[in-house]
């Protein structure tokens, strides 16, 4: 650019002279600069780098500054020119500048607007690839909440089934062990019943307090009935601990049910919202927090585990059930052969006691006739030993009158031969049946004790039959039946 207006050689344009001023004036702020272009955040990218052209406009706050030198010569003399004039010289340009500028300025606005022109194209391109792969992705998604609805119905159907065949099970085991309970409870009078046969037993007397088979059979039936009690107990047990089992089976079962059907519901909400909802916000942050907890091979492998768990528990109560249908079998069973086998025990055992008591009367009757007779013996032997007591009186009062017989009068004579044969006669009888009655006496005296003995032997088989007959038996004529023993009521 070249000046024009006057020459190199003019006086204002001469070397630049030190002004008389001692400061310097104050300098001129440097321009501020601010962007017309105010950038605007989209919501929910705030903290993204908006899009901003890379051409803007900027503003000059700065005046324009004057030219120290003239300041200072001004100062010294009067221009020899106006000011504005003076300006106007300054700020010429030639024609090929103006021709450049223009051409620059058609350029740049050719170039603005081309470049303009293919970033509304790519815009627009990118706008309908982004909304077209933000429907995809949100269909894909609306897909994958379908399919993951479908997936929780699966799991929540069989989950729901399974809770439904554990509780039918549950209910049937509690079923069993009230069974179990009645059953025990039954037991307690039969077993009072063998207990109370035993002690009553314990009350016979001398030989008849003996280790019959009434007894074994007795001892057996308490054992068994203790057996059969400890054994249900025992089952009892076990079928709590199998129900806690259970309930734990159960709480696992309704607690992921639960979680299903409030999972259900949030992914139906999620399945259902639009971009027309009105429950829709911003979230800021939140496709950066990750909280879950296990993935698709993990959730599902934990329901099953849980469908698993509760099969196992289902079995482990139908085998529990189907061993105390067998125990309440066979337990009525042999309750019952045992039952049937004390008292055909007791049968036996009276019969055998009362064909003993009845020999024992008749045996009593026949010593009573023996004891009859030896006492009416007796009572003959006394008479016939008195009988010869006078006769022996006679003979020997004719032996000691015959002895005062004077002198040669003393002869061993028939009559004096007789006599001393008869006194010696009778003597020997007396004797002989002083013997006799002394072992009448003594055969009285043993057939008094045996009528003794025998007494008391009737007294103890009649104490044993009251015993075993009307003690026993009588408690013994009923027994729980086959329902009762099963549990039934």
Known sequence: MEFLGTTQTASYCGPKKACGFSALPPAVPAPEIQECYQPYYLPGYRYLNSWRPSLFYKISNAQTCMDEGAMCRSALRPPTILPALRSALFCRYSPHDWDRSNELQMRGAEASRLWASRLT?????????KDQLTRQMQEGTSRNLGQRLSDIGFWKS??????????????????????LECVAKELYCPLQVAL?????REKRIGIDLVHDNVEKNLIREVDLLKCCQEQMRKLAQRIDIQMRDNRDAQHALERDLEDKTSAQFIDEKCFNLRNTSDCISFFHGMEKVDGTISVPE??????????RHSQNMRANSIRLRE???NLFEALS????????HTNLAFSARISEVTDAKNKLQAQLAKTLQ????AENTIMLLERSIMAKECPLKVAQTRLECRTRRPNVELCRDIPQFKLVNEVFTIDDTLQTLKLRLQETKDTLQLLVMTKCRLEHELAIKANTLCIDKEKCMSMRKTFPCTPRLVGYT
Request: glycine share 4%; with cysteine.
């Open 298 to 307: 993990t959730w599902a492998k934990f329901s099953n585990d849980n469908i």
């Open 196 to 200: 109370e046969c035993l002690y009553h």
């Open 121 to 129: 194209g790519d815009s627009m391109r990118l706008m309908q690839d």
């Open 158 to 179: 069989e989950l729901g089934y399974e809770l439904e065949r554990l509780l039918n099970e549950n209910r049937s085991l509690e079923t069993v062990k009230r069974r």
């Open 323 to 325: 061993e105390a249908e």
């Open 370 to 373: 023996e004891i009859f007779q």
């Open 333 to 340: 069973d042999q309750m019952w052969k045992q039952f049937t």
